[in-house]
Structures are given as structure tokens and as C-alpha cells.
DNA sequence: CCACTATATAGGAAATCTACTATATAGCGG
DNA sequence: CCGCTATATAGTAGATTTCCTATATAGTGG
């Protein structure tokens, strides 16, 4: 079965931004929104998208700590797919 | 570094035909574009626009067989990419 | 409370995606 | 060559994505 929550994961990850703010956070238990807005050349407002996005995703959460938010990775939807598609990488498909 | 190619094969599987599509190649050696056509609820043009995208992202080779053509996956950019996010997953992030 | 910084939301334009119908192309069998 | 099946392409409508500017919200410090 395909699914959607796995969907949603990698259609989180398919963008440059994104990914980039992912492969930041993996190497970095926590970065400020702020520090992503430094990163990439893409507005403020822009990169907020994009966090709520990956939010939603479930692939980062948020702690606030004082006027700023900081974001941190959730590894483990990140491993579960990582998981799916190296399995299917090596002959383990269409298990319903 | 963000590979463009990774971002490629993300945006392909990033869709629930396609990833099912690829399911099931990674069951079986070799499937006929027809018989995807009978397996998801699409027409047959937008099954063959989601080979098109499956193909141009290097996941799957076509090898012609009398009238019909057989898709088979390529399994390299798949377990490359499982290598990468299982990687970003226990914290080995920001290779540049 | 006011000004300031950090972040999110609203609204909208342009680009891209996804699906369809209609049609073209390629190979097979008579 | 003709008709048939299998697959791809063209053209297009509608949905979604992506980005921007402008603005709202939340917390801090004077």
C-alpha cells in the first residue's frame, strides 16, 4: 500500500529549499527560522512556507525560546523512508 | 551539496501513481506499460506521461518487446537516495 | 504602552503539475 | 498495404506550487 503520509514526506523533501533546510537541521540539533532566511535567497515570508510545509510533513518541529523559534529535525519519518525505499531498492516491493 | 538529480527523483516518486508505479517494478523483473494502465484508475496518456517523468528521472529503462514495452526499475538512483536520507537520518547532515 | 525584532499569514501573479480527449506513431498479422 | 493493438504526443483546462509584497501576531526591553 502507498502511503499517503510517505507521499506527503517525499513531496516535502522534493524541493531545493526544503531539502536544503533538512540537510541543515540533520547536521545541527537545532537552528533558528531566522538563520534559514540568512541561508537561502529566497524572502522571509517565502522560507516560512516552506517550514510550515516540512511542519506539516511532520519532518521538523518547533520550541520557542524567546522572540525567536527553532526548528530541530524529526529523524524518524526521515529513517522510516529512507527504510521503504531501500528496501524497494533491493527487490522488496508491492507489499500491498 | 543539493544534488538537482536528487531533487529529480524525489519530485518523481513524489506522486501516488508513480511511487506505485515503482512499487511494483521493485516486485518483478519487468511489467508491460499496459498492465499499469489496467492497475491504476488513470487513463492510459497519464500513464504514459508518469513513465515519461519515471524515465526522465533515470528510475526506470524501457526495452521494447514485439508491440508492447517492458519497464523495468533502475535500482541505483534508489538506493542511492535511501543511502542519502537514511544518512540525514542518524545525523550525518551538510556535506556541503 | 511603544518601538523593535522575529515569525507567520493574506492575497495574488506566474509557473508548474495533472488529468483529460483527440491524434500520431510503431509494430504485428492477414 | 490495412486494420488492429500498444504506446506516445499534442493541446488544453483546472488545480496546485512557488514566490513576492504587505500586513498581522508574538515576545522583549525601555
Do not use: W
Not at 45 to 61: C, D, M, N, Y
Amino acid at each position: 500500500m502507498v502511503s499517503s503520509v510517505e507521499i506527503e514526506v517525499l513531496r516535502a523533501l522534493a524541493h531545493p529549499v526544503r531539502l536544503g533546510i533538512v540537510r541543515k537541521l540533520a547536521a545541527e540539533p537545532e537552528i533558528c527560522a531566522c538563520d534559514f532566511t540568512d541561508e537561502f535567497e529566497v524572502s522571509q515570508p517565502t522560507i516560512s512556507a516552506h517550514l510550515k510545509v516540512l511542519r506539516e510533513a511532520g519532518l521538523v518541529t518547533t520550541r520557542r525560546r524567546g522572540t525567536t523559534i527553532c526548528y530541530s529535525l524529526n529523524r524518524e519519518p526521515l529513517a522510516a523512508l529512507a527504510a521503504d525505499l531501500g528496501a524497494l531498492s533491493v527487490g522488496e516491493g508491492a507489499l500491498t
